[in-house]
Nanobody
Framework: QVQLVESGGGSVQAGGSLRLSCAAS????????MGWFRQAPGKEREFVAY????????RYADSVKGRFTISRDNGKNTMYLQMNSLKPEDTAVYYC????????????????WGQGTQVTVSS
């Protein structure tokens, strides 16, 4: 049974930082593209970043490029999202996802999802 468990969300003022973690179990973590998506109230789920399994090549949404950094530790089956210079528009539930057979920004390309962690950025 695959489980993805996010942690590290919370409330922060604009300009602040948070680091999200995603612990994976039951998944062939080291051979899976992993990613982060987010969903704000009343909006569709949107791509944030992914990282490939082999080259660890990251890709970011334009809205977070230069502020967020995705990384992974295959030995710990854990993925991270370092979020700096946070803005109020970053407020959303952030979801860890994995199991993509190839790198993709499309949510339907991922087989597994975490329960989400809330990130709230106040102005």
């Amino acid at each position: 049974q695959v489980q993805l468990v996010e942690s590290g969300g919370g409330s922060v003022q604009a300009g602040g930082s948070l680091r999200l973690s995603c612990a994976a179990s039951g998944l062939s973590f080291s051979s899976s593209t992993m990613g982060w998506f987010r969903q704000a109230p009343g909006k569709e789920r949107e791509f944030v970043a992914y990282i490939t399994w082999s080259t660890e090549m990251p890709r970011y949404a334009d809205s977070v490029k230069g502020r967020f950094t995705i990384s992974r530790d295959n030995g710990k089956n854990t993925m991270y999202l370092q979020m700096n210079s946070l803005k109020p528009e970053d407020t959303a539930v952030y979801y860890c996802t994995g199991g993509a057979r190839w790198p993709t920004v499309a949510a339907q390309g991922y087989d597994y999802w975490g329960q989400g962690t809330q990130v709230t950025v106040s102005s």
